[in-house]
C-alpha cells in the first residue's frame, strides 16, 4: 500500500461504494460506455506485479477503451470529466471521463454534459480510484501519492525486460479520442 490521500468524489451519493485502494501505481484501465460511464476496471501495480481490480458499474454500453500506460515511465496525473442525470430528473452519473498522463490524454469518453470536474497533480500521481455504482458509475474519486515512480523502478524493470525507449515518441504526444470515433493510440 502506498501513502496517499483520497480526492473527491464527482458524482451523486448512490449505489453501491467500492473501493479498489492504493497501489503503486495505474498500469491499465478499461471503460464501458456510451451516454454515461457504464463501468470501470483499473489494473495496478502491487509490487511490480500487476493487480486487477473488480469491475465497477453496470452490463450496459456499446463502447469499449482499453487504456494500456507505458508503466512505470508513464503515469496517470489528471481525471477529469461530466456529471449529471441521463434523463431528466435522474441521479447524477458519471457521464464522460478524460484520463491524462504525464505524456498522453486518452478521451473524452462518454457524453460531456452535466457539471465539469477536474482534479490534476504536478506533483504525484493517481495509484487509486473508489467511487459508488449501480446499474452505471454513480461517482468517482481517487488515491493520490505525491511520490512519483522512482528511476529505481525504472532500472528494476529494464532488467526484466521492458526498455521504455524503444516506444516510439510520437505513441507518447498522440491525443486519443474514444468517443469521437478516432484511434485510440494503445
Same mark, same amino acid.
Given at each position: 500500500?502506498?501513502?496517499?490521500?483520497?480526492?473527491?468524489?464527482?458524482?451523486?451519493?448512490v449505489?453501491n461504494?467500492?473501493?479498489?485502494g492504493a497501489?503503486?501505481?495505474?498500469?491499465?484501465?478499461?471503460?464501458v !460506455?456510451? /451516454?454515461?460511464?457504464?463501468s #470501470?476496471q483499473?489494473? %495496478?501495480?502491487?509490487?511490480?506485479?500487476?493487480?486487477r481490480?473488480?469491475k465497477?458499474g453496470?452490463?450496459?454500453?456499446?463502447?469499449?477503451?482499453q487504456i494500456?500506460?507505458y508503466f512505470?515511465g508513464?503515469?496517470?496525473i489528471s481525471?477529469?470529466g461530466?456529471?449529471?442525470?441521463v434523463?431528466h430528473?435522474?441521479?447524477?452519473?458519471?457521464r464522460?471521463?478524460?484520463?491524462?498522463?504525464?505524456?498522453?490524454?486518452f478521451?473524452?469518453?462518454g457524453v460531456?454534459?452535466?457539471?465539469?470536474?477536474n !482534479?490534476? /497533480?504536478?506533483?504525484?500521481? #493517481?495509484?487509486?480510484? %473508489?467511487?459508488?455504482?449501480?446499474?452505471?458509475?454513480?461517482?468517482?474519486?481517487?488515491?493520490?501519492?505525491s511520490?512519483?515512480?522512482?528511476?529505481?523502478k525504472?532500472i528494476?524493470?529494464?532488467?526484466?525486460?521492458?526498455?521504455?525507449?524503444k516506444?516510439k515518441?510520437?505513441e507518447?504526444?498522440?491525443?486519443t479520442?474514444?468517443?469521437?470515433?478516432y484511434?485510440?493510440?494503445?
Amino acid at each position: 500500500m502506498t501513502k496517499s490521500i483520497q480526492m473527491g468524489p464527482w458524482g451523486a451519493n448512490v449505489g453501491n461504494y467500492w473501493d479498489d485502494g492504493a497501489y503503486g501505481g495505474v498500469r491499465e484501465i478499461t471503460l464501458v !460506455y456510451n /451516454t454515461c460511464i457504464d463501468s #470501470i476496471q483499473v489494473t %495496478y501495480d502491487n509490487n511490480d506485479k500487476s493487480f486487477r481490480a473488480v469491475k465497477h458499474g453496470g452490463m450496459g454500453g456499446t463502447k469499449i477503451a482499453q487504456i494500456k500506460l507505458y508503466f512505470p515511465g508513464e503515469f496517470l496525473i489528471s481525471v477529469n470529466g461530466y456529471y449529471g442525470p441521463v434523463v431528466h430528473g435522474g441521479f447524477p452519473v458519471i457521464r464522460s471521463l478524460t484520463l491524462k498522463t504525464n505524456r498522453r490524454t486518452f478521451g473524452p469518453f462518454g457524453v460531456q454534459e452535466g457539471t465539469p470536474f477536474n !482534479y490534476f /497533480t504536478s506533483s504525484g500521481h #493517481i495509484v487509486g480510484f %473508489y467511487g459508488t455504482s449501480g446499474w452505471v458509475l454513480d461517482s468517482i474519486g481517487f488515491y493520490v501519492s505525491s511520490t512519483k515512480p522512482c528511476i529505481f523502478k525504472r532500472i528494476k524493470m529494464k532488467f526484466a525486460g521492458f526498455d521504455h525507449r524503444k516506444v516510439k515518441d510520437d505513441e507518447y504526444d498522440q491525443k486519443t479520442k474514444g468517443s469521437k470515433g478516432y484511434s485510440w493510440g494503445i
